[in-house]
Structures are given as structure tokens and as C-alpha cells.
């Protein structure tokens, strides 16, 4: 489940308070509190690389990408 959460970074910013606080909600009553806030901090810094730098650069790449798949599938004879 916590892999999960690097794809579905790509899609929903994940570092935001809001989930880092119902991430440790959720895991504290079976470890605590300090080790929640660590490990949903690592993965809140984690999701906002993601979110905020590498998934720029991949919609960045697919934009540029976009036009030349649709180039190529209207030359006849391909």
C-alpha cells in the first residue's frame, strides 16, 4: 500500500498537510506517534518531488511527444 502512494503521487499532491495528518492518524494507534510523523514526513517530501518536479517533466515530455504520434499516424503508407 505505501508504493502505492508514489503513483498516485503523480496524480494527487500527497504532501500536503491534510494527508500527512490523516496518515498518521490512521497509523498511530497501532505505532505511536513518532514513527508515522517520520515515515509519512519522508513520504510527504517523497510526493512533493514527484508531484512537483518530476511529473512536470514527464507532461512536459508527453506534450512534446503528442503531436508527433499523431503526425505519424496520418502519413499513408506507414
Known amino acids: 500500500m505505501i508504493l502505492g502512494l508514489f503513483a498516485f503521487a503523480f ?14 492518524i490512521g497509523m498511530t494507534f497501532t505505532f505511536g506517534a ?17 508531484y512537483r518536479f518530476i511529473r512536470p517533466g514527464i507532461l ?7 503531436p508527433m504520434v499523431s503526425l505519424i499516424k496520418q502519413k499513408p503508407g506507414l
Open 60 to 66: 512536459y515530455v508527453v506534450s512534446k511527444l503528442a
Open 11 to 24: 496524480f494527487y499532491p500527497i504532501y500536503r498537510a491534510g494527508c500527512l495528518l490523516g496518515f498518521v
Open 34 to 50: 513518532v514513527l508515522p510523523t517520520a515515515i509519512g514526513s519522508i513520504i510527504g517530501l517523497l510526493g512533493l518531488v514527484l
